[in-house]
């Protein structure tokens, strides 16, 4: 079966950086886009970037220019590399697997993610 995790969360300050990893299993990488999501408390699961199967990426306006997302399709990785960290991007991360091909806002829409990882806490402190 599919199996995503992730890697690479936990407590830094404001300004600080982290690299997160997901890693999957049972599906065919090299021709699926996977995506970074993360949820707050009390808020919805939000879309922050994505990686199509070519490398293309797109990201949230709220992490342009301080995140990246990365893929290696030999070793079924995503990364997500997050730099100069706000407090409100204290969330819960998690990444998510689908079809490559999308169309506008349903390429990025929590709903058009098949498989999912358990998710990691990232916590940015003031």
């Known amino acids: 079966q599919v199996q995503l995790a992730e890697s690479g969360g936990g407590l830094v300050q404001q300004g600080d950086s982290l690299r997160l990893s997901c890693s999957a299993s049972?599906?065919?990488?090299?021709?699926?886009?996977i995506a970074w999501f993360r949820q707050a408390p009390g808020k919805e699961r939000e879309f922050v970037s994505r990686?199509?199967?070519?490398?293309?990426?797109r990201y949230a306006d709220s992490v342009k220019g301080r995140f990246t997302i990365s893929r290696d399709n030999t070793k079924n990785t995503v990364d997500l590399q997050m730099n100069s960290l706000k407090s409100e991007d204290t969330a819960v991360y998690y990444c998510?697997?689908?079809?490559?091909?999308?169309?506008?806002?349903?390429?990025?829409?929590?709903?058009?993610?098949?498989?999912w990882g358990q998710g990691t806490q990232v916590t940015v402190s003031s």
């Open positions: 990686s199509w199967s070519d490398g293309n990426t």
């Open positions: 049972g599906l065919a990488f090299n021709i699926y886009a």
């Open positions: 998510a697997a689908a079809w490559d091909a999308c169309e506008g806002i349903g390429c990025y829409a929590v709903g058009k993610y098949p498989y």
